[in-house]
């Protein structure tokens, strides 16, 4: 029996520990021995709570308090004030950005507040180094049922009527997926997790493997059972080393108890789990190039049919499934079918986690149920846009997904709505972007990550991608014509229609929605040779507004290039063709005299 | 290990974790604050906290035990508020350990007030709202 009176949770997910949440908690830990304390209060290392953007957080229970931007050097205040006096220090409390009161406990923030959280139900929670705290909170409590009260039919029949669909982005039915590889026979199959999450600025399956990593094997065994595998692998890229580490801690302590391997809990099933490092392509996220990477192959796509149901790894059966998924799994088979199907909306079940990220006041990692709207993400959990500016647009979906705008506000956000709006739902990161950003760099942006990645192995996508890029840089550059933006509307279009895999026929989303929805922008660039949001360096100029000008010299002082010219206490000059604009001189002009034009 | 072991095995842990599940909505348990300014501790409230924690669990009772600041009552030290769930809390002063066990086995398993309550004779700005 314990005799804590008290935890502390400290989030150990990648972003806090870049932060040193790694030194608060010895901090924390010497602080607490100097006392003398180190057997009444425990210090957990737990995995991301979501909250990054006000990260490292110390989590104090049981009264629920919640600092944030916690400093190792408050590891002092936090014992001695908190702990040993029993007051709140004040000064490391979230404050709500409206009111500006602090708010001590987590229940209170709107940015928890709306979420419910189901994949990440134990992400800051419990210690994902120590299976006995996954135990505490019923882990491997599913894989035991299933093993010895369900057949394998009817764990697939569970996960059908779940309604389940997969979070990598594609949305397929997951019981379905699971049907037709139990259906096919072989001596072998394998079970793969997908963990190559290559969307830029998504991050819920690092964070499911950081901070839960027993959630997914313990999902990946259920899912062995279920289709006749005993072989399960997790591709998860390099890149992710904390992930990789937890993992092999995690596979190790399963091991020992007898969770993973020969003869699971005496039932007969046995099953194991292996990794497999990635090196972090993006087009290593589609199944078959994430199998012939893992054959040791060229990550490179083959066309569909064969699925790697029928012909997978090593030409065996093979059930693809991403993180979030399978961290879902667990619940489903203790709570039933009938519990999760109760949540979202009427063909998108359940909860989605969503990586906020860009213009946000909220940077991180939510989960709320399907159905939810984008205005309440944005604007209630995620705490609204930035410095006051004004939304416009949010893209979903990554480089395959598209933007949506205030018109698409109060969607409900489901696998089916945010196609029919011209987006998608991806792996669930979702970008925010406000009145200063240019929709055509954006597109831009994006089709410079799609052309890096592209595998080069079909036309379409290695060369059309390509071509895509350059008449969007021609655009930028203020030498695109309107001509340029029917050939940008139908290359798209060839493009997605002939590409091989689902890196080519979505790159070009990008460029489309931002086409129907920012035309305006696009016809800017073109006609006027302007750049409405100021970001497009060839389409704007810097110029001195005489009337203001005190001639204080201190923008020349800053130009990095010497183009401003004037001697003190007279009006300056900056010479478009040297000037490169930074922007120093406007930032540092006390009088409001620098202008783009 | 058995299913019936991982049961037994997973009952032995919850224990660990309860402070933190409990945590998570109090209201639902009984809530127990402990006044632990100077003056509480200087008259033993540490030894009734962890009385409290070690004795919720050992009698198999969902508590959530927290510190609190002092409350006022400085004269009947150490003082504690109980909130049973969906009733008004109750403050009790001079808590020893003895009175805690009364506390505990009449208060909060059986709801009946034992010595030692100190009427509410203040309203805060909360229950004003």
Redesign the interface.
Known sequence: ???????L?VCGGTGCRASESDAIVANLRDELEIRGLTD?IQVIMTGCFGFCEKGPIVNV????TFYVQVKPEDAQSIVEEHIV???KVGRLLYRDPRTKEPVSDSKHMGFFRKQLRIALRNCG??NPENI??Y???????AL?KA??EMTPEQVVKEIKDSGLRGRGGAGFPTGLKWEIAAKNKSDVKYVVCNADEGDPGAFMDRSVLEGDPHSVLEAMAICGYSIGSAEGLIYVRAEYPLAIRRLQIAIKQAKE???LGRNI???GFSFDITLRYGAGAFVCGEETALIHSMEGLRGEPTIKPPFPAESGFRGKPTNVNNVETFASVPVIILKGASWFNKIGTEKSKGTKVFALAGKINNVGLIEVPMGTTLREVIFEIGGGIRNGKKFKAVQTGGPSGGCLTEKHLDVPIDFDNLIASGSMMGSGGMIVMDEDDCMVSIAKYYLDFTVEESCGKCAPCRIGNKRLHELLEHICAGKGTMADLDRLRNMSHVIKDTALCGLGQTSPNPVLSTLDNFMNEYVAHVTDKKCPAHQCKSLMDYIVNKENCVGCTACARVCPVNAISGERKEIHYINPDICIKCGACKEKCKFDAIYIS | MSLADLKKKRDELKSGLNLRVNAIDPETHVQVKVAMATCGIASGAKEVMEFFIEQLDRRNIQGVVTQTGCMGYCYAEPTIEVTLPGKEPVVFGYVNLKRADQIIERYIKTGELVDGIIPVNYETIHSKE
């Open positions: 029996m314990s005799n804590y009176t008290m935890h949770l009444k229970m049981p009264d629920n006096k029993g007051r929670f419990i006995d705290e135990l505490a909170k019923d882990g491997y409590m035991g093993l010895s108890y007898g969770l809990l005496g039932t």
